[in-house]
């Protein structure tokens, strides 16, 4: 075993932790606005530390670009659908419309 | 091998579960999620299974669009909501476990050096002028299948056109968004998403990728634009919305008209990969454009802003 395959194995078991954090987090939260929290920084932190934990591996610089592209994809729909379900949530429970609130 | 093994069994587990949960959830909302859910984690299995194409296509239909029109649905369907409790029907049920029965026996019929038709298709691959034997099979080989399923698509499309009203498509100037944030999503992955749309079509002569997954990606774009409010589709002139989305049927009929013509067979094109071509772009702008009036031409929509 290498030194990277350790340094990957590491990030990785961090990115997998910060996971499991999120999903605690999503099932035991007691509102919308705090799973919304706890999912995207999950998300987030757990999906970065996985690609830099790939990237160590990884064969080529293409490779490494493409799971950098895909954490960064992942960051911005993770962070604008946040931002637009708190939105929703915000606003219907500011106009007392909650009934289709789809159970979120 | 062994790490392989559970990793497969977590999935084959995690499926079966699902699918039993979608048809025990007491709410559609529930089960339009764990639907989604569902799809994702049936193209982590058919990527497991070694077919990219269907692992892209299965995520980005099954789980991507079929979700978004699902969505769509119960948002028309929210006011007249009725719960209804889940009911198992005994005869049903017996007929269910007798079909997976079945199904299951006939595995043990699979002789084990059987590797279907790959044999074949990689010896007849240098005809295509393809270097995929996927995409090869879809525009080539079983052209036939692939222009049916378009013709089966543009159906669908002129059946939601037809119910829907006309004015819908037209007016797609939703709640005019003045939202900071969709702006910035939508510059940010606009540009992607046609990158990664042409990326995909082009990709399709000699990896996973091709003409669906292409036009499902562009769907994508044109259907996050739509929802933020951009008024795209009435830039575009009604004629040639309509001319885009009979293309890809269409092409498959020039072709095969002019193939009987010259050479007495339906769809057997030339050694030139153009025709191929051709029919692949048609058919992706085709797709694309089909998927975004399905979604965009639902009903649902206005009653659904008159709302807000």
């Known amino acids: 075993m290498t030194i990277y395959q350790g340094i990957s194995i590491i990030l990785c078991l961090a990115g997998g932790f910060f ?28 999906l970065g530390f996985m690609v830099l934990g790939l990237a160590f591996v990884s064969g080529s610089i293409p490779e490494i670009i493409k799971l950098g592209l895909t954490w960064f994809l992942a960051l911005i729909g993770s962070s604008s659908a946040c931002y637009i379900i708190g939105n929703y949530m915000h606003y219907s429970s500011r106009t007392k419309d909650n009934e289709d609130g789809f159970g979120l | 091998m062994k790490m392989d093994s559970a990793f497969d069994l977590i999935i084959g587990l995690s499926l079966t579960g699902i699918a039993w949960r979608i048809i025990q959830a007491r709410d559609h909302f529930q089960a339009i999620v764990l639907f989604i859910t569902f799809g994702l984690l049936l193209s982590l299995a058919w990527t497991r299974l070694n077919s990219p194409d269907i692992a892209i296509a299965e995520a980005a239909v099954g789980a991507g669009l079929a979700g ?3 969505m769509d649905t119960l948002g028309f369907m929210s006011s007249s909501r009725k719960q209804s409790k889940p009911s198992t029907s005994i005869p049903l049920l017996g007929a269910c476990i007798c079909l997976a029965g079945l199904t299951a026996y006939s595995i043990l019929y699979i002789p084990v050096d059987f590797h279907g038709l790959s044999s074949e298709v ?46 819908t498509i037209n007016d797609s100037s939703l709640s005019a968004s003045a939202e900071p944030v969709e702006s910035w999503v939508i510059k ?42 951009h008024p795209f589709l009435r830039l575009i002139p009604r004629l040639w919305r309509q001319i885009i989305m009979c293309a890809g049927f269409a092409s498959f009929l020039v072709l095969a008209l002019w193939s009987l013509l010259y050479t007495e067979q339906l769809l057997t094109h030339p050694e030139n990969k153009i025709w191929i071509l051709g029919v692949e772009y048609a058919a992706t702008l085709s797709i694309a454009m089909c998927l975004i009036s399905l979604v965009s031409g639902s009903p649902a929509r206005k009653r659904k802003y008159k709302k807000q």
């Open chain 1, 19 to 46: 996971f499991f954090a999120g999903t605690i987090g999503l099932l035991r939260f007691p509102d919308t606005y705090t799973r919304l929290h706890a999912l995207t920084k999950a998300d987030n932190l757990g």
């Open chain 2, 68 to 70: 978004v029109l699902l």
């Open chain 2, 122 to 167: 990689q010896s007849a691959l240098p005809q295509s002028g393809l270097k995929h034997p996927v995409t090869a099979v879809l525009l080539d080989f079983r052209g036939y299948d692939t222009w049916l399923e378009l013709g089966v698509l543009l159906a669908a499309v002129l059946g939601v056109l037809c119910l829907g009203k006309t004015e």
């Open chain 2, 188 to 229: 940010i992955l606009l540009p992607l998403i046609i990158l990664i749309g042409g990326y995909l079509l082009w990709l399709g002569a000699f990896a996973p990728g091709g003409a669906f997954q292409a036009g499902v990606v562009l769907a994508a774009g044109g259907v996050m634009l739509w929802q933020a409010g």
